[in-house]
C-alpha cells in the first residue's frame, strides 16, 4: 500500500493554549494507479489531513495527538526533519490550491522550477532548465522559452495552476497531493487542468484530491471519502455507486446540492 493513514487526529492549540481538534480518527488508504478524492465543506478536516501527510502544517500550533501516517512504510509523522525533506517534492508532490501564494513573486518561473530540480536530482544547471521548459511544454505554456522568464503575476490564472502542476510532477512522484487544484479557475481552464492531470499522472503513482467539488471528483476519482467535522464519515471504492445513493444524510445533501447546481 503506498499511503496508509492510521486512527489519524490532528489538533491545534491556540494562543490561549486551547485545543482545537481538526482532524478526529481518520482511516484512509491509497494505493499506486489510484486517485481518492477527499471532499467536504470548508473547515471539515481534509486540507489538514492532506497537508498532514507531507508535514506541511506548522508546528506548532498544529501537533498529532495519536495516529500513523505510512507512506510506503515509513511513518511521516516520526521522521527525522532531514530526510522529510528528500521526499518532499521527489517522492511527494504538491499542487497547492493557490498559486499565487505559494510561488515566490520576486523570482521567475523557470528559476523556481529549476531550484526544484536541483534541490533533489544531480545534474548541471543547464539540464535542470531543459526539464524545466520540457514540463512547460507538457502542461500546456506556449512558448515555454519566453513564459519561463515570466514572474508569477504576469501569467494568468490558468497559467499558474500549470506551472503549478509542473512543479507538482516533474519529478516523477510517487504520490501526488492536490489540494483544490481547480478552485477560482473558470469552466473551460478547470477542464482544461483537470485533463492535464489525468494525461501526466502516472499509472504507478497514487492521488490525493482534495475538493469541494463532487464534479470535479466525478472526473478523477477511483475511489473516495467524504469529511464533516474532522471525521470522515463515508467512503466508496465505487465513486458511481456513491453518486448513485450515498448512504450518509450529509453525503446526500451534498450530491443533491451538486445536482442542482448543475440544473443552474
Same mark, same amino acid.
Request: charged share 25%; proline share 6%; hydrophobic share 40%.
Given at each position: 500500500?503506498?499511503?496508509?493513514?492510521?486512527?489519524?487526529?490532528?489538533?491545534?492549540?491556540?494562543?490561549?493554549?486551547?485545543?482545537?481538534?481538526?482532524?478526529?480518527?481518520?482511516?484512509?488508504?491509497?494505493?499506486?494507479?489510484?486517485?481518492?478524492?477527499?471532499?467536504?465543506?470548508?473547515?471539515?478536516?481534509?486540507?489538514?489531513?492532506?497537508?498532514?501527510?507531507?508535514?506541511?502544517?506548522?508546528?506548532?500550533?498544529?501537533?498529532?495527538?495519536?495516529?500513523?501516517?505510512?507512506?510506503?512504510?515509513?511513518?511521516?509523522?516520526?521522521?527525522?526533519?532531514?530526510?522529510?525533506?528528500?521526499?518532499?517534492?521527489?517522492?511527494?508532490?504538491?499542487?497547492?490550491?493557490?498559486?499565487?501564494?505559494?510561488?515566490?513573486?520576486?523570482?521567475?518561473?523557470?528559476?523556481?522550477?529549476?531550484?526544484?530540480?536541483?534541490?533533489?536530482?544531480?545534474?548541471?544547471?543547464?539540464?535542470?532548465?531543459?526539464?524545466?521548459?520540457?514540463?512547460?511544454?507538457?502542461?500546456?505554456?506556449? #512558448? /515555454? =522559452?519566453?513564459?519561463?522568464?515570466?514572474?508569477? *503575476?504576469?501569467? +494568468?490564472? %490558468?497559467?499558474?495552476?500549470?506551472?503549478?502542476?509542473?512543479?507538482?510532477?516533474?519529478?516523477?512522484?510517487?504520490?501526488?497531493?492536490?489540494?483544490?487544484?481547480?478552485?477560482?479557475?473558470?469552466?473551460?481552464?478547470?477542464?482544461?487542468?483537470?485533463?492535464?492531470?489525468?494525461?501526466?499522472?502516472?499509472?504507478?503513482?497514487?492521488?490525493?484530491?482534495?475538493?469541494?467539488?463532487?464534479?470535479?471528483?466525478?472526473?478523477?476519482?477511483?475511489?473516495?471519502?467524504?469529511?464533516?467535522?474532522?471525521?470522515?464519515?463515508?467512503?466508496?471504492? #465505487? /465513486? =458511481?455507486?456513491?453518486?448513485?445513493?450515498?448512504? *450518509?444524510?450529509? +453525503?446526500? %445533501?451534498?450530491?443533491?446540492?451538486?445536482?442542482?447546481?448543475?440544473?443552474?
Amino acid at each position: 500500500m503506498l499511503l496508509e493513514i492510521d486512527d489519524l487526529s490532528v489538533s491545534y492549540r491556540n494562543d490561549e493554549g486551547e485545543v482545537n481538534p481538526a482532524a478526529i480518527d481518520v482511516n484512509l488508504t491509497l494505493d499506486r494507479g489510484q486517485v481518492l478524492g477527499i471532499v467536504g465543506e470548508s473547515g471539515s478536516g481534509k486540507s489538514t489531513v492532506s497537508m498532514s501527510v507531507a508535514r506541511l502544517l506548522p508546528s506548532p500550533p498544529a501537533f498529532y495527538p495519536k495516529g500513523r501516517i505510512l507512506f510506503d512504510g515509513t511513518d511521516m509523522l516520526r521522521l527525522p526533519l532531514p530526510e522529510l525533506r528528500k521526499i518532499r517534492g521527489k517522492r511527494i508532490g504538491v499542487i497547492f490550491q493557490d498559486p499565487m501564494g505559494s510561488l515566490s513573486p520576486l523570482h521567475r518561473i523557470g528559476d523556481q522550477l529549476v531550484e526544484t530540480v536541483l534541490l533533489h536530482e544531480r545534474m548541471s544547471g543547464k539540464a535542470a532548465r531543459a526539464l524545466a521548459l520540457e514540463w512547460l511544454g507538457k502542461v500546456g505554456i506556449p #512558448d /515555454p =522559452a519566453v513564459r519561463e522568464r515570466a514572474y508569477p *503575476h504576469e501569467l +494568468s490564472g %490558468g497559467m499558474q495552476q500549470r506551472v503549478m502542476i509542473a512543479m507538482g510532477l516533474m519529478l516523477g512522484p510517487d504520490l501526488v497531493i492536490a489540494d483544490e487544484p481547480t478552485t477560482a479557475l473558470d469552466v473551460t481552464i478547470q477542464a482544461q487542468v483537470l485533463r492535464l492531470m489525468r494525461e501526466l499522472h502516472k499509472a504507478n503513482s497514487g492521488v490525493l484530491l482534495i475538493t469541494h467539488d463532487l464534479g470535479v471528483v466525478s472526473q478523477m476519482a477511483t475511489k473516495l471519502a467524504v469529511m464533516k467535522d474532522g471525521r470522515v464519515i463515508e467512503t466508496a471504492d #465505487d /465513486p =458511481a455507486a456513491f453518486f448513485a445513493g450515498p448512504k *450518509h444524510p450529509y +453525503s446526500q %445533501g451534498l450530491v443533491r446540492e451538486a445536482r442542482r447546481m448543475e440544473l443552474k
